[in-house]
Nanobody, 122 residues
Framework: QVQLVEFGGGLVQAGGSLRLSCAAS????????KGWFRQAPGKEREFVAA????????HYADSVKGRFTISRDNAKNTVYLQMNSLKPEDTAVYYC???????????????WGRGTQVTVSS
């Protein structure tokens, strides 16, 4: 059974940092695109960051560009999201995603994690 499990969420003050991890089990995703989405209360799920299977192509939503960094370790079947200079508007449930296409942003999602809560206090 394929599972994606996120770790690292929590409560942090504005300006602080968190590092999210998403570990996969049940199959290897080293040749798949990965990324992160988030969903705030009352809002639709939105794209945050994407990384290609090799890590050579990376893209961010404008709202997080310059503050968040996505990376992956294919040997560990894990994708990361380093979040710095956090703002209250970053508060959301963060989901990792895997796509069999080129990008989680454009090519559909084949697997979703169950999400981890990030809360940024002002």
């Amino acid at each position: 059974q394929v599972q994606l499990v996120e770790f690292g969420g929590g409560l942090v003050q504005a300006g602080g940092s968190l590092r999210l991890s998403c570990a996969a089990s049940g199959r290897t995703f080293s040749s798949y695109a990965k990324g992160w989405f988030r969903q705030a209360p009352g809002k639709e799920r939105e794209f945050v960051a994407a990384i290609s299977w090799s890590g050579g192509r990376i893209h961010y939503a404008d709202s997080v560009k310059g503050r968040f960094t996505i990376s992956r370790d294919n040997a560990k079947n894990t994708v990361y999201l380093q979040m710095n200079s956090l703002k209250p508007e970053d508060t959301a449930v963060y989901y990792c995603a895997v796509s069999m296409g080129w990008s989680v942003e454009t090519d559909g999602i084949n697997y979703w994690g169950r999400g981890t809560q990030v809360t940024v206090s002002s």
